[in-house]
């Protein structure tokens, strides 16, 4: 019997990652464009419900901004590793799927790390386990929280700006 040899299955991984990746033109405009629909999705809802102030209606759109410009390049990469030699409903779905996880994965770590740095004032010194706890359950709560209520500024623009972004997809791999 000979030894299974490592080599190429890391080769194998490494090419279909490479594969995956979009080009940096790609990625550019797709991030320009995905993060301003999450922000234009987000700052419509809060403005046609009249939320808070004016900043802070800012500076929750800039959080979806910046949650859907670091997650098109991941969801993406994900979505073409999953649709690989796939046909094109199963492209629309892995882009649907992957855009929307790695845009709330994203949008709710950066909603959580500002929710954490706000009440981390309050919290022990670091690194103690009190502190631990507080971090996690802080953290933890961030989350509850944006689901409960960040989820919905998706709605009904963001979830038309998924639509169209996963039909693009699905085109393009063709």
Avoid: C, K
Wanted: aromatic share 16%; charged share 15%.
């Amino acid at each position: 019997m000979t030894p299974l040899e490592q080599v190429p299955l890391r080769r194998g991984i490494t090419d279909r990652l490479r594969a995956a990746l979009p080009s940096a033109s790609e990625a550019a405009v797709g991030t320009l464009l995905w993060g301003t629909a999450m922000g234009a999705s987000a700052l419509a809802n809060l403005l046609l419900a009249a939320w808070e102030t004016p900043d802070r209606v800012r500076f929750v759109a800039l959080l979806y901004v910046l949650g859907g410009m670091f997650a098109f390049p991941v969801g993406l990469t994900l979505a073409r590793l999953v649709s690989r030699g796939r046909h094109g409903e199963t492209a629309f779905a892995a882009a649907f799927v992957s855009l929307l996880a790695a845009t709330l994965a994203f949008t709710a770590g950066l909603f959580a790390l500002q929710y954490r740095s706000y009440y981390a004032e309050w919290h022990a010194p670091t690194f103690t386990l009190t502190w631990a706890f507080e971090f996690a359950f802080t953290m933890l709560t961030a989350l509850y929280q944006f689901v409960v209520l960040g989820v919905r500024l998706y709605f009904p623009f963001g979830f038309a700006a998924l639509v169209a972004a996963s039909v693009w997809f699905a085109r393009q791999r063709r």
